[in-house]
């Protein structure tokens, strides 16, 4: 079974010549199927617009697929407390399997007050809260928001919250490995870590970074499998992992255990 927990239905430069929603959903399908992906998680935006559907719009056009969940994205700038009464009501009828937060892309530390109603939220229903860290993919977002060292602050005040960490930290891979280790309530996906396809040796060197990871931080309890799409390529994705020299009962957790027990996937 395979489980990418991170991809997206925004008009990005592979999708920018598909303007409708439904026909972007109908691109993923078809890739999934392509891959052997059984389920993925699909991250709505931080902001909404022509290119980027909202979570409801998502939510609407995803009801004819049972292999698709969303992680709904929440900003301090750009959502309400009202829109978080919303979720609430969506989360408690399944519709919504995690939040995500866009640290960097929103110019807020992960750890700001006007943050904690969100992991409240995700505590008070046991759904994961998803950060993006590491590079933007917008030249306007701010890295000192999103480095994944400010992850620590947020899992030592929120014990029960379970956070993943999108992106492994990339490149700040080092301070990722050590949040994941000292933190056990932090996860972190494989996912972005290349725009397009991987070349050989951009392959090995991410390759190696994901082993120096498991070697430090121990058993891959945390790691979780993901690709981006479609700023990532899922055929390219799977050639790089399969290339990870890991014991095939961490493969398993990897591809799609973990996800399944953390995003509670029937």
């Not at 999108?166 to 280790?181: F, K, M, R």
Request: hydrophobic content about 35%; glycine content about 4%.
């Amino acid at each position: 079974m395979i489980i990418d927990c991170h991809v997206h239905v925004n008009q990005y430069e592979l999708t920018k010549h598909v303007p409708l929603l439904e026909d972007r959903l109908e691109m993923l399908q078809t890739e999934m199927t392509s891959n052997n992906v059984d389920y993925a998680i699909i991250l709505s935006s931080y902001k909404e617009n022509s290119e980027r559907p909202s979570t409801k719009q998502i939510i609407d056009a995803i009801k004819k697929y049972d292999n698709l969940g969303i992680a709904a994205g929440f900003t301090i700038d750009n959502h309400t407390d009202d829109d978080l009464k919303i979720y609430r009501e969506w989360i408690k009828e399944g519709k919504i399997k995690a939040m995500k937060i866009y640290s960097g892309y929103e110019h807020y530390y992960p750890y700001d007050k006007q943050y904690q109603k969100v992991y409240d939220t995700c505590i008070e229903f046991d759904i994961p809260v998803m950060f993006h860290t590491g590079d933007t993919y917008s030249e306007k977002g701010k890295l000192r928001y999103s480095r994944p060292l400010n992850l620590d602050d947020v899992a030592v005040d929120n014990p029960e919250l379970k956070i993943v960490m999108c992106h492994l930290g990339n490149p700040w891979i080092q301070d990722a490995q050590e949040v994941i280790y000292k933190n056990k309530n932090v996860y972190a996906d494989v996912s972005g870590l290349v725009i397009g396809s991987f070349d050989h040796f951009f392959e090995k060197m991410m390759r190696d970074k994901v082993a120096e990871l498991i070697n430090y931080a121990g058993e891959p309890r945390y790691l979780l499998y993901g690709t981006d799409w479609p700023i990532s390529n899922m055929d390219s994705y799977l050639n790089f992992v399969a290339k990870l020299n890991i014991k095939k009962e961490f493969r398993d957790n990897l591809m799609y255990k973990n996800a399944k027990k953390l995003f509670k996937i029937s």
